[in-house]
């Protein structure tokens, strides 16, 4: 077979030699494409010499090697970490989302970079979403060991907060009560750790799913869910685990 170019960064050649490698990623080669996707998504911002600095990419590299290591385990069909790593489209929105998040949050004190670097996080978030199909707000706040696997529409929305150890399915909704108007503030869904929700889902409102909980297809969830609980269709059960 021929080599296959990457679905994460387009000059990444993908070698069709794929071995049950355990470690076949380092985070100097995680950091190492981060750095340089910034270099091609954010040319005014290269341009301004403004960067983020060694501390931020170690930390997103790190984030980013265990949502990649969290989806390998969790995925029986993996062929090798990098066959996720450069293939995975539900994988890539994660990646992207990482470094979309750090420039939103950038603390600057020029406002003029400030709206620049946020520009570039809803870039960076806008050409994840057109590739995948799956749209992370870069004001999301989420936890280490995140996986979205398949995803095709899954949707979080900008105060969403999503705890570590959690998976999420396609189709999934973490939106807001209304259609619009909302008010600026909190409007978006929590979620605690190791939470799994299944396809279909709409978790709607400031609310809270508490940890260790499993939320089954096609729920539509409004009011808090208790820690270690599983809703199926309809109704809910406290089924503890």
């Not at 385990?73 to 995975?88: G, N, R, V």
């Not at 799913?209 to 270690?228: A, F, L, M």
């Amino acid at each position: 077979m021929n080599n296959l170019s990457s679905n994460l960064l387009p000059n990444i050649i993908v070698h069709n030699n794929f071995k049950e490698l355990k470690n076949d990623l380092s985070l100097e080669q995680i950091e190492g494409d981060f750095r340089e996707l910034f270099n091609l998504l954010c040319p005014e911002l290269v341009e301004n010499n403004v960067n983020l600095d060694d501390a931020t990419y170690a930390k997103i590299a790190q984030l980013s090697y265990w949502d990649l290591y969290a989806r390998v385990e969790q995925d029986p069909i993996t062929i090798a970490p990098s066959f996720i790593y450069k293939l995975s489209r539900s994988y890539k929105v994660i990646f992207y989302y990482r470094l979309a998040h750090e420039l939103f949050y950038r603390d600057v004190e020029s406002e003029k970079i400030e709206n620049l670097c946020k520009y570039y996080a809803f870039f960076i978030s806008e050409e994840a979403t057109k590739a995948t199909t799956i749209e992370i707000h870069p004001q999301v706040k989420i936890g280490k060991n995140f996986v979205i696997d398949h995803g095709v529409n899954t949707l979080i929305g900008a105060t969403s907060e999503i705890g570590d150890n959690c998976t999420l399915l396609n189709n999934v909704l973490l939106g807001a009560r209304k259609i619009t108007f909302n008010s600026v503030g909190k409007r978006h869904p929590s979620l605690g750790n190791n939470v799994h929700v299944a396809r279909g889902v709409q978790i709607l409102g400031a609310i809270m799913v508490g940890s260790d909980s499993k939320i089954g297809p096609d729920c539509v969830i409004v009011n808090d869910v208790p820690e270690k609980t599983i809703i199926k269709k309809i109704s809910w059960s406290k089924k503890h685990f």
